[in-house]
């Protein structure tokens, strides 16, 4: 079984900082590109980021109204993704879903494995 496992979520002042990991079990890790996309409630869910390694470089790929504030990075020998977040703000609140799938595209529908999610709430 393929498993997506989400933790690090919790509630958090305004401006301070979380660090989401995603751990992942029943696939060989190293051959998929890992995403993170979050939904609030009533809203659409939004891509975050996304990581791949190929020939041997790691390549990032963030939302733009993100740049600078969240970083993704992933630890192969420990089959986890980690979304390390700063300067976090009320409007970044929702549930964070990792996703595993063959490219680092930002639409929902590339990655094929999801996680259960994690809450994140930043509050004023």
């Known amino acids: 079984q393929v498993q997506l496992l989400e933790s690090g979520g919790g509630s958090v002042q305004a401006g301070g900082s979380l660090r989401l990991s995603c751990a992942a079990s029943?696939?060989?890790?190293?051959?998929?590109?890992m995403g993170w996309f979050r939904q609030a409630p009533g809203k659409e869910g939004l891509f975050v980021a996304a990581?791949?390694?190929?020939?041997?470089?790691?390549?990032?790929y963030y939302a733009d109204s993100l740049k600078g504030r969240f970083t993704i990075s992933r630890d192969n020998a420990k089959n986890t993704v980690y979304l390390q977040m700063n300067s976090l703000k009320p409007e970044d609140t929702a549930v964070y879903y990792c996703?595993?799938?063959?490219?680092?595209?930002?639409?929902?529908?590339?990655?094929?494995?999801w996680g259960q999610g994690t809450q994140v709430t930043v509050s004023s």
């Open positions: 996703a595993a799938g063959p490219t680092p595209s930002s639409a929902r529908d590339e990655y094929q494995y």
């Open positions: 029943g696939v060989t890790f190293s051959g998929y590109a």
């Open positions: 990581i791949r390694r190929s020939g041997g470089s790691t390549y990032a």
